[in-house]
């Protein structure tokens, strides 16, 4: 009896530690710079899906977990004083992206990071229009967040 006891706590033991291994193991594939490189494709690649107005942009980035507070204050700021500054001009540009016209997606041309930031650059896959937009992240929590990106970044 006691030896059935003791196999029972041990495979328990034993079960707990190898889910302890794997969610360590799923946390450090998550601070990796090719994660990094995903979300901001995927922070990109759902903007450039849903283009639209000062305010919508703000609303929708304000919405996306893939941020930062930093990056949504900076945004609506960045917008907001273009808009009372011009208000029918407003910005001009699309800052998330630094330009105007962009192509339908993008897709990771390089990233490298270190002690929890990556920089990441974007190239549109359509290779008639072939541009780059650079997103910096930050790693909070254990996943990466934009924090910059297009005329976002400070150089």
């Known amino acids: ?9 041990c495979s328990r033991v034993l079960l707990v530690c ?11 594939e998550n601070t990796d710079e090719a994660a990094a490189g ?7 690649n759902a ?6 107005g000062y305010e919508e942009t703000i609303a929708r980035v304000e919405a996306s977990p893939l941020v930062t507070e930093r990056y949504k204050q900076a945004l609506a700021k960045l917008y ?33 990071g270190d ?21 910096n992240l930050v790693l909070e929590d254990g996943r990466w967040l934009v924090d910059a990106s297009g005329d976002l970044i400070e150089d």
């Open 1 to 9: 009896k006691i030896a059935e006891m003791t196999a029972s706590v």
């Open 18 to 28: 190898s889910a302890l291994l794997f969610a360590a193991n799923l946390r450090a």
């Open 38 to 44: 995903k979300v901001a494709a995927d922070f990109i």
């Open 47 to 52: 903007h450039v899906a849903e283009l639209g």
């Open 80 to 112: 907001r004083d273009a808009l009372k500054e011009d208000p029918e001009m407003g910005y001009g540009a699309d800052a998330v992206i630094g330009g105007q016209d962009c192509p339908d997606s993008f897709r990771v041309k390089s990233s490298a």
């Open 115 to 135: 002690d929890g930031r990556a920089s990441v650059v974007l190239i549109g896959e359509d290779p008639a229009f072939p541009m780059e937009v650079k997103v």
